[in-house]
């Protein structure tokens, strides 16, 4: 009598890749073909976790078509399924897999353009955090203002394409098919969450190294590095406007 | 079990579909049911339950705990449970008897499991760590059978019964989902509703199923996705006598209707109940 571990292991195989047949051996005749029962099960895993990612990347599936969609999400999930079970988590790994999917390789832009919906379902699905009061800047010590660090509100991230997915995901809101000019070159973008809903922010490349550098965790005087002084107070202003920042701390001399 | 709770009434599954329509209206259904896997990573959605929870007393319903995995459970996903319990103070928490996760890939379905005493020993011990990690009690729901284990050692009901006994918890019956075994592994629905213990379930789920042709045999699918199918009322009423009256919800999931079909569902199950509340009180009188 096989252990049940090895039962769930020889299921999963059957899910994910053909029936096997140790396991097709294990299930009582009750007058349904095994393999018809397996296929019961199989074909419910895969429309739901295919639900899950048009849920997650809606432009992405218009911009390839839904049969093409499904077809991609079939080989991924496949490859990648999910690791725990709050399927709005599901699907992080979706636009590197479709930058090495072959069936889609000619649209260089795709991948890019799932790591924008990706971005924009975090920040969707991201508890909602209380922005930056510039007030408990403003009593920070000069002396210590190079040293401060800011906590990203949550949802926020940082995306670099050379291709303008901002304005391919704009167009594509509704099904419309219809490419913006690709050749408008490349963009520097910041997703965020506020009370208002989920912002798309189309930065110069200053501005986005600036407020990217501080997302990761660096000090203001790591992120400032090589700015002048009217540039800094520009970007400050500029950061402390969009309400990307929750809190902040001052880094201690060992940890800055 | 649930102070001043609309008891023994029966509510509906609310998918976020509906939600904007409920808390708009604010109908008179006595209790919701929601999956609290979609509302675990904070977001609108975390703050449209607890706008709900304000005016409907509300029942968790989990899909993720895969408490017969032969793996560990996962301990994240607990805590995160433990978590929400503790924000919404639930009137019910539940989970399945079947398993979803094996070396790190969460398969999306209630898989089924061979009934042996490996496999008992292996749900006890998690739906105890379950019930210990959240400090209540759970209801523990059939599942829907497509396939059974030859080298099962015991019917379902029995297993169910022995989990109840040996970790205390509790037994959600879905009629739908005994229905559509019935039908598809040859289980003997009536034997089955004997041989639960009574006084152990809890509450009883509702639900519409689909019928599929396989190489023309006969197989129910347990869509969650139509009006609750007139065998399914048949069982229902043989349970409710079984049973007594108890809480009951009706869930709809795939192709969902307007809230006031699922409304309507939940009063003709409400009728039902109504009965089975009075030959329970006259039996008591008598």
């Known amino acids: 009598m096989p252990a049940l571990h090895e039962i769930q292991e020889l299921f999963k195989e059957s899910l994910l890749g053909g029936a096997s047949s140790a396991l097709l051996d294990l299930v009582e005749a009750d007058g349904l073909d095994p393999e018809a029962c397996l296929a019961v099960y199989r074909h419910h895993v895969f429309t739901t976790l295919t639900a899950a990612l048009e849920a997650a990347f809606p432009v992405v599936c218009r911009l390839v078509d839904p049969r093409f969609f499904a077809y991609a999400a079939d080989a991924f999930v496949r490859q990648h399924p999910p690791a725990g079970p709050c399927l709005d988590e ?29 971005a924009i379902h ?83 490349l200053l501005s986005f190294t600036f407020r990217r550098t501080l997302a990761e965790g660096h000090t203001l005087g790591e992120a400032a590095e090589g700015a002048s002084h009217l540039d800094l107070m520009d970007l400050i202003r500029h950061f402390l406007e969009a309400n990307i920042f929750g809190s902040f701390t001052v880094a201690t001399a060992e940890g800055a | 079990m649930l102070a001043g709770a609309p008891w023994a009434r029966a509510g509906i599954g609310l998918r976020s579909r509906h939600v904007s329509e409920l808390l708009t209206r604010r109908p008179a259904v006595p209790w919701l049911e929601v999956h609290p896997e979609n509302f675990m990573s904070g977001g609108t959605a975390c703050a449209s339950l607890e706008a709900v929870r304000r005016d409907y007393p509300v029942s968790l319903h989990g899909v993720g705990l895969s408490l017969g995995t032969a793996d560990e459970l996962d301990r994240r ?72 284990f030859r080298h099962s050692s015991m019917g379902e009901a029995e297993f169910l019964a022995a989990l109840s ?122």
């Open chain 1, 90 to 118: 599901y699907g992080g790994a979706f636009a590197d897999f479709l930058a090495a999917f072959e069936a889609s390789t000619h649209l260089s832009w795709l991948p890019d353009v799932a790591r924008l919906e990706w």
């Open chain 2, 165 to 286: 006994r040996r970790t205390g918890c509790g037994i959600l019956c879905d009629v739908n989902n005994l229905h559509v075994s019935a039908c598809n592994v040859g289980l003997d629905a009536d034997a089955y509703l004997e041989m639960l213990p009574a006084p152990a379930v809890g509450e009883i789920h509702l639900a519409g199923h689909a019928v599929n042709d396989a190489d023309g045999r006969t197989i129910l699918i347990d869509d969650h996705g139509s009006r609750v199918a007139l065998a399914v009322w048949v069982l229902y009423r043989k349970a409710l006598a079984r049973f007594g009256p108890v809480p009951t919800l009706v869930e709809w999931d795939t192709d969902l209707p307007e809230l006031d079909v699922l409304l309507g569902e939940a009063h003709t199950a409400d009728g039902i109940l109504a009965e089975a509340v009075g030959r329970t009180e006259h039996a008591r009188a008598a």
């Open chain 1, 122 to 204: 975090r920040a969707t699905n991201a508890p909602a955090a209380e922005p930056l009061d510039p007030v408990r800047l403003a009593r920070v010590a000069a002396a210590d203002m190079a040293r401060l660090r800011f906590v990203p509100i949550p949802g926020l991230a940082y995306l670099a394409s050379p291709w303008p997915v901002d304005a391919i995901w704009r167009a594509h809101q509704e099904p419309v098919r219809m490419l913006p000019d690709l050749a408008a070159g490349s963009v520097c973008l910041e997703v965020t969450r506020s009370a208002e809903g989920i912002r798309v922010r189309s930065l110069d």
């Open chain 2, 77 to 148: 996903h607990l805590d995160r449970l433990r978590s929400l319990v503790d924000r919404t103070q639930p009137c019910l928490v539940s989970e399945h008897l079947s398993w979803s996760t094996t070396g790190g890939a969460y398969l999306n379905h209630l898989l089924p499991l061979p009934y042996t005493e490996e496999s008992l020993a292996v749900v006890a011990e998690h739906v105890v760590q379950a019930q210990e990690a959240l400090g209540r009690r759970m209801l523990i729901e059939n599942p829907s059978s497509y396939l059974r």
